[in-house]
Every structure is written in structure tokens, then in C-alpha cells.
T-cell receptor
Framework: AQSVSQHNHHVILSEAASLELGCNYS??????LFWYVQYPGQHLQLLLK??????LVKGIKGFEAEFIKSKFSFNLRKPSVQWSDTAEYFC???????????FGTGTRLKVLA | ETGVTQTPRHLVMGMTNKKSLKCEQH?????MYWYKQSAKKPLELMFV???????ENNSVPSRFSPECPNSSHLFLHLHTLQPEDSALYLC?????????????FGPGTRLTVL
């Protein structure tokens, strides 16, 4: 069965530190990839997405992610985090051409001021 | 501000009650979804409606009954729930165009079953 793994369940960083959150999936076919963020008390918001083309995609709020097909990975990065980045981050994979998202379990990020 | 709204935001119900969750999307999308978000578990897809027809029922117990009267509204009717059904229920919508399907989520309904 298809699955999405987010190995870091909790991450604590100081402001200005660099961030990388891992996301790996198990599916050999064409996929669409997403990162969503859920700020405390708010709804899931789309950070960025990859469908095709340049494997390095840029999203909102300075986030970027790189699709490495050979590693089945789509890691999320930000060079310098801010206190306001404290949130839960979800990776999702859609088998291209379907409507089914498979979500990871999420990573809770806490940024210390 | 999200283009997907959900009501109520919080709901407490007993196991013998009947209640309904409502979702409305203002994005002109043609597909709508119900998800269940429980602590320490991935979001679980429950139901999918495309062009008002159910295209997915992901082995959800019959005590959950969806309804999609038109492309903008989606309901989840609840009856004789169990305490383990307590969770955050999320609605999402997308414009399903074959290879592109970006889902937009509502704020969710926090359900507590006593």
C-alpha cells in the first residue's frame, strides 16, 4: 500500500536556524506532492506543491522543497526560521491523475524566540 | 481567510444523538472531500464527491452518512457514534482537472462524543 513517512515528529529550533523536514513516499509511479501547514487554531494551508518541471519548488513564506525522484523524497526547507513558523507541517502525495491524497503523520515545529 | 467554511466549529454529542456537519465551498470547485484527523494519525480520507456523485467511500462505518446536494455544499450526518469517533473532521474542495488536483481545506469541526 502507498504510504508517506515523516520521520521527524517533533522539531525544536531557535529563531534564525535552518530547517529541513523529511518526507518520503512509497509509490513508483507519477506523483503530485504537497506540503501543508497548520498553524495553532487555524486550518490547513497549502505551502507549496510539485506537479512537474523544476524539482526545486518555492512556496509561500520563504519555504522551498526539493523533489528527488530517485530517493522518493520531497523534503521541506527554510534557510532561517521565525517564531511565527511554529506550526504542524504535513506532507501529502497524490497519485497523479487521481483525487486521493495520502498524508504523513505530520511534524510539529516549535521555534523558540 | 479560507474559501471553505465549516459549521459548527465545535460539537459535543452523546452516543444516541443525531447531528450533521456542514461544509460550504466558495471556490467554484467540482469536488469535495471529508477527512478525519485524529491525534498522532495521518489524515484519513473518508468520502469524496465529484460533480455531486460519491466516488469514494473509504471503508467508513455506516454511522457516518455523507450528502452532497450540489457542488458547493457537503454534509456529514452522524448517528449513534462511538467515543473513538471523537476527532477533527475536515472538509476540502478542489477543481479536479485530471492531472491537477490541489485541495483546499476548511477549518474543521472538533467533534467530541461522550
Amino acid at each position: 500500500a502507498q504510504s508517506v513517512s515523516q520521520h521527524n515528529h517533533h522539531v525544536i529550533l531557535s529563531e534564525a536556524a535552518s530547517l529541513e523536514l523529511g518526507c518520503n513516499y512509497s509509490y513508483g509511479g507519477t506523483v503530485n506532492l504537497f506540503w501543508y501547514v497548520q498553524y495553532p487554531g487555524q486550518h490547513l494551508q497549502l505551502l507549496l506543491k510539485y506537479f512537474s518541471g523544476d524539482p526545486l519548488v518555492k512556496g509561500i513564506k520563504g519555504f522551498e522543497a526539493e523533489f528527488i525522484k530517485s530517493k522518493f523524497s520531497f523534503n521541506l526547507r527554510k534557510p532561517s526560521v521565525q517564531w511565527s513558523d511554529t506550526a504542524e507541517y504535513f506532507c501529502a502525495v497524490e497519485t497523479s491523475g487521481t483525487y486521493k491524497y495520502i498524508f504523513g503523520t505530520g511534524t510539529r515545529l516549535k521555534v523558540l524566540a | 481567510e479560507t474559501g471553505v467554511t465549516q459549521t459548527p466549529r465545535h460539537l459535543v454529542m452523546g452516543m444516541t444523538n443525531k447531528k450533521s456537519l456542514k461544509c460550504e465551498q466558495h471556490l467554484g470547485h467540482n469536488a469535495m472531500y471529508w477527512y478525519k484527523q485524529s491525534a498522532k494519525k495521518p489524515l484519513e480520507l473518508m468520502f469524496v464527491y465529484s460533480l455531486e456523485e460519491r466516488v469514494e467511500n473509504n471503508s467508513v462505518p455506516s454511522r457516518f452518512s455523507p450528502e452532497c446536494p450540489n457542488s458547493s455544499h457537503l454534509f456529514l450526518h452522524l448517528h449513534t457514534l462511538q467515543p473513538e469517533d471523537s476527532a477533527l473532521y475536515l472538509c476540502a474542495s478542489s477543481q479536479w482537472r485530471g492531472d491537477v488536483n490541489t485541495q483546499y481545506f476548511g477549518p474543521g469541526t472538533r467533534l467530541t462524543v461522550l
